[in-house]
């Protein structure tokens, strides 16, 4: 329990004091009213004594009295209604609430830290009020009257005829059987005769010949005059005088009505002698306002004899109270015409002074003295009868059933609580006796009375009676002084038992709960407090079972191991109670108080329940901003509550914020709590929206909010604006340079303000979130902002507006109508906003109407709602309301400060700066593929459209793959297509021939400058030819593109970036992008393979060595997906800077070279080096172009000739030759002795190098919906070394073959760029020429020579110094067997130098003595740079086995 002010010891006195009646005459009472105050009023702050009482106990020995207080009431008739108890008792409550700004105890217990009220006064007020209201009873005699004061006045005619009529008028109530009520302690009461005078008004001098009188009359013992009322009323300003009226007046506000105050309700009698509900004067009101309805100025009646019925009505039927909470006003009215109102406004502090006196007089010489004889006389009575008719009876029992008696259980005994003992009854009178030892104090002698009360009741099955006398027992045994005795707890609980169960008195029972709960607390016994309380929790009584709760919550709590949560669930079922009796204010502090406890701890059920109940009686209290908090909460945790639940805390939200709304329609928008807003998930987008395809024509796919953030392209469109910029500035990337940003998320760099261009719209994507399982509908969903428009001069316009709706002329705001978020769904919502006003945005959040859609809980978009998206949701309620859009920047991390605290860098996303005009834009591809065959050409076209008010200029393209497209060659002559070519539909420019001309080479030259390529430069950006490089507003081009699928087949990404700038330099946007993605899906066509070798031939028809054979190997491997029935091999070009294809030398005749699916076709041709012509023609030009001359050469398979030099043939051949040409040039070192030996090895690296490209073009024959279609397309062989093969797709790297691991540190040793033995052996070329069969008549002359000549030639541009060894080998038996039948005649060895490229003869002649095949080829070769040591020298590879036929004539 809470603790209390007073303690238990000082309670239970309290509780249980003498009682005394008061009988006045009107005169008297007219007297004390002048007071506002009746005569019982008038003693209630004196009836407390402060100091000892002393009286003599029946064995004569002193007892002290400590703290001894009387009460005096007017004396009423008839009991009090339990109607009008439960209103008191409810009202004494309502008016106790918790003191503003009360600092409450905080308790911390475990990880719970509370802030609980340590005291309830409304508590104490509820059990105060409820013991003294409490109805005098016929078992027990603490509440009757032990005195009655007849009261008169001095101003009256005959004052001792009118005490004669009050003793008369006493004596019938006391005595006569139509008065049942109030009830008396003795039939022998004792009365006091009062005699008031008026100070002010009366006649002094017959007072007190009056008093003289009545002295004589009843004894200076029985009576006394008292003087009040010394001044008069209107001079109450004059000096202060304190009113120790007012707290025992104002902590039952409702006694307090004094009827014949201007109320509602006609007073008809000022009579009534106290204003106590409990303590009317009945008499007087039966005598003189009889039949007449006397209300007090709150509507509760007087009369309760008169009104019990409409008191009956008017309460609930089911006798607790559970009415409206009408009282309250009433309550604050009476507090009202309480306070204009002082009491005892006549009486000086000597008037003060007198009234204590007379309560001393009272008590000292008439009350006490009284009570003496009277315990004197009921103990002599009884100790007289135990020696007479106890004793026998005693005895009697004693011999038929033994010595003692066995208490019966509670159970066995039957119900006998009807049994009535008549008054005289020596039970009875032993419960006198203790009843009156206990309001004095003597405990020890009320136990023992009390003791053997309870036996004999308990013998004779008097079961109320024996209630009553053990609960007296129980507590008289507590109050012991030096404490005896234990506690006798279980007296208390079988007395509870029977007042409930037997004898059905729930007030009784109440008061033993009461009181025995203040005994175990002051024990610190709170949980048997506690389950004691909880006993007598039950349906009848709402008020009773709340505050015992509560109290019970407060035990818990206060245990020496607090019990926290069984604190909070009893503090919710005690809020609960209150809630049913009407006290709000109560229930929404119990439900406060248990909140902290299931706060956060993830019962969210609970959580859900205690809110919605403080929402709703916040409400029904007017606390509106609680309310809507409360509600808040439920919405915004994660709830586990059904659909209907969440629905209807949804719909009480809406209600309670309507009403908030309502109360200050003007005030700003409210924070909304739904749907869920996730603010870093917020993208916004500049720009218009990608425009639907529209036939053949796609627009540029650019970037849109359906896009995914990838990372790696994003990196990727960031490397490619860079290159783009770096080529515009002259390789260099400005310092200001920042990649453009069209969408900015959370992946996205916010760290600066980002740029819009006037009239361009800003999308803002809101990601929303519905927790509930209830749909939620926005309407009017629009973005709220703040602008400050700039002018154009560039000067600030100093005004801010913060425009919510208004002025669209500066930024217009896109309004969605309907906005429905299903149940759990989470779902973005596009906002846009249109600026038309240069200056600075701020998007502040969204604005909205919150509503839910009525009679549907969960909503799919197809049968559950008709109409689903227009307009036709049926509105429930809904609320305007605002959420901001607060973004959170990225932690920074850079300097040691900002790593050691935690710091966040700004996010800007939503503060664009709106800037001046600029060029725009769009792009269209018309017949742009979707799949191609690899290496597959298809010719599509591009427009370029200026949709904006401002011309472009500077337009260019760039990307990754440069090899996949191309507009055409710089030079106009070069691209335009040839009649024949646009007749077939081919994308190639081509020339009928003849066929004479078919197997020999159709020679033509090109530049890659005309292309676009050339050293150093950029091969990735392209620069787009507009007519006039510029594109003016509104205008359109249409450039012609063509395609080349790429050598891998499977998907490809393919991106491309267009950059513009404006014709007018801005200062904010220097530049602007367009970006597209173009998907091609390659499917296999042809695998070239190509190898080049060193011609054997001595020498061409010029007389000039060095040609070579090509091989080139094509092969079909095309699965037939794509419907190809096979590819016809139309031309092979060669492109070099000093090769060319002379003539194919394929052996078969058949000319036209067709590949089925699998077939693999062979093809030889020869190349020779281009003619001196050309090579002098090129020295001519300037440096730069003389290198990237290049002769192509055609061979033709058909009658048409493609002219590999034009567009696009040569465009695809130098795209994919850019790889090689961006290779960097080897810089010469400037160490001598190194550079020597690093000139030599790339010399002889030299040697074995060729430059000679291959272009194969093919066209395939496809079946397609029964329509034969022609594709064409190229494949190229890039040809570097002499006898590697080459291929015309990328070859897969084979992993490495995993090596052991070595554990030795390898020796520092400088490795030499050394050449490779195949390199150094292809230096010298050489060739014997000789006859293929020789004729000797070896019978004639037995030796046959023959001449042979030895062509060396010199393939390096360096001088070569050459050994020519003639001798045999003979290192093996073979050897000899094949060389030792010849030798070579004359000098075995020759020493020469063969300058740069020289072809060097020597005459031989070879000996034979046999016929045979003999095979020439046996001269070595040693060769070696002429400038270098002989650390190269080694044996040049002889190409063939040179075979003669001796033949014998």
Known sequence: MAQCVQSVQELIPDSFVPCVAALCSDEAERLTRRNHLSFAELLKPFSRFTSEVHMRDPNNQLHIIKNLKITVSNIITQPPQPGAIRKLLSDVVSASQPAEGLVANVITVGDYDLNISATTPWFESYRETFLQSMPASDHEFLNHYLACMLVASSSEAEPVEQFSKLSQEQHRIQHNSDYSYPKWFIPNTLKYYVLLHDVSAGDEQRADSIYEEMKQKYGTQGCYLLKINSRTSNRASDEQIPDPWSQYLQKNSIQNQESYEDGPFTITSNKNSDSNLLSLDGLDNEVKGKGKICFSVDGLPNNFRAHSLQLDQSSDPSNSFDGPDHTKPSSHETKKINTGIIHGACL???????????????????????????????????????????????????????????????????????????????????????????????????????????????????????????????VSAFLQPGAPRPYPAHYMDTAIQTYRDICKNMVLAERCVLLSAEILKSQSKYSEAAALLIRLTSEDSDLRSALLLEQAAHCFINMKNPMVRKYAFHMILAGHRFSKAGQKKHALRCYCQAMQ??????????????????????????????????????????????????????????????????????GPLPQLPLPYINSSATRVFFGHDRRPADGEKQAATHISLDQEYDSESSQQWRELEEQVVAVVNKGIIPSNFHPTQYCLSSYSDNSRFPLAVVEEPITVEVAFRNPLKVPLLLTDLSLLWKFQPKHFIGKDNEESKELVTGEPEMIGTEVISEFLINSEESKVARLKLFPHHVGELHILGVVYNLGTIQGSVTVDGIGGLPGCHTGKHSLNMSVRGRQDLEIQGPRLNNTKEEKTSIKYGPDRRLDPIITEEMPLLEVFFIHFPTGLLCGEIQKAYVEFVNVSKCPLTGLKVVSKRPEFFTFGGNTAVLTPLSPSASENCSAYKTVVTDSTSVCTALISA???????????????????????????????????????????????????????????????????????????????????????????????????????????????????????????????????????????????????????????????????????????????????????????????????????????????????????????????????????????????????????????????????????????????????????????????????????????????????????????SSLIKMSLHYPESFNHPFHQKSLCLVPVTLLLSNCSKADVDVIVDLRHKTTSPEALEIHGSFT???????????????????????????????????????????DQVTVFETSQQNSMPALIIINNV
């Open 1384 to 1426: 070579w005649l004359g000098q075995t060895q020759y020493k020469l130098q063969l300058k740069s490229q020289e072809i060097h003869s020597l005459q031989l002649k070879a000996c034979f003595v046999h016929t045979g095949v003999y095979n020439l080829g046996t001269p070595r070769v040693f060769a070696k740079l002429s």
């Open 1006 to 1320: 090109a530049s890659s400058v005309d292309f676009g390529i050339g050293i150093g430069s950029q091969p990735e950006v392209i620069p787009v030819p507009l007519p006039d490089a510029v594109l003016l507003p509104g205008a359109s081009v249409q450039l012609p593109m063509w395609l080349r699928g790429p050598d891998e087949e499977g998907v490809h990404e393919i991106n491309f970036l267009f950059y513009y700038e404006s014709v007018k330099k801005k200062p904010k946007i220097q530049h602007r992008i367009l970006r597209h993605t173009a998907i091609i899906c390659t499917s296999r066509s042809l695998n070239v393979r190509a190898t080049v070798y060193r011609s054997n031939s001595l020498e061409d028809e010029e007389g000039r060595g060095g040609n070579m054979l090509v091989f080139v190997d094509v092969e079909n491997i095309n699965t037939s997906e794509a419907g190809v029935k096979e590819f016809h091999i139309v031309q092979v070009s060669s492109s070099s800077k000093h090769w060319m294809l002379q003539k194919s030398v394929n052996l078969s005749e058949n000319k036209d070279a067709k590949l089925a699916s699998r077939e693999k076709g062979k093809f030889c041709f020869k190349a020779v080096r281009c003619k001196e012509k050309e090579v002098v023609f090129s020295c001519f030009l300037a440096a730069t172009q003389s290198s990237e001359k290049y002769t192509f050469a055609d061979i033709l398979f058909g009658n048409e000739q493609i002219i590999s030099s034009a567009s696009p043939c040569a465009d695809f051949f130098y795209r994919s030759l850019s790889s090689e040409l961006k290779k960097p040039q080897t810089q010469p070192s400037a160490h001598t002795e190194k550079q020597s030996l690093e000139d030599a090895v790339r010399l002889i690296r030299k040697c074995s190098e060729v430059d000679l490209n291959i272009v194969i073009l093919w066209k395939a024959y496809v079946v397609e919906d029964s329509k034969q279609l022609i594709l064409e397309g190229q494949h190229h062989v890039i040809l570097n070394t002499i006898g590697k093969e080459a291929f015309s797709y990328p070859q897969k790297q084979e992993p490495p073959e995993m090596e052991l691991l070595k554990f030795v540190r390898p020796e520092n040793t400088t490795v030499s760029s050394r050449p490779s033995v195949e390199q150094l």
């Open 597 to 666: 406890v299931y706060k956060g701890k993830g019962w969210s059920l609970a959580e859900d329940h205690i809110n919605f109940t403080i929402g709703r009686q916040s409400y029904t209290l007017r606390q509106l901003d609680n309310a809507v908090s409360a509600f808040r909460h439920i919405l915004i945790n994660e709830s586990k509550q059904s659909a209907a639940q969440q629905g209807a805390f949804l719909r009480e939200y809406l209600y309670v914020y309507k009403n908030v709304s309502h109360l200050s329609p003007d």
């Open 348 to 474: 000086t502090l000597t008037d003060h002074d007198r009234i204590r006196q007379f309560i001393q007089e009272f008590t000292f010489r008439g009350l006490l003295p009284h009570i003496e004889k009277t315990i004197r006389q009921l103990n002599d009575q009884l100790i007289s009868r135990k020696g007479l008719s106890r004793s026998l009876f005693s005895a009697t029992k004693k011999w038929f059933s033994g010595s003692k008696v066995p208490e019966k259980s509670i159970n066995e005994l039957k119900n006998t609580s009807g049994l009535q003992y008549p008054p005289e009854a020596p039970e009875l009178q032993i419960r006198k006796m203790a009843d009156l030892c206990f309001l004095v104090q003597h405990y020890d002698l009320a136990y023992s009375c009390y003791h053997t009360a309870k036996k004999d009741f308990l013998n004779d099955q008097a079961m109320l009676y024996a209630a009553g006398a053990l609960e007296m027992a129980a």
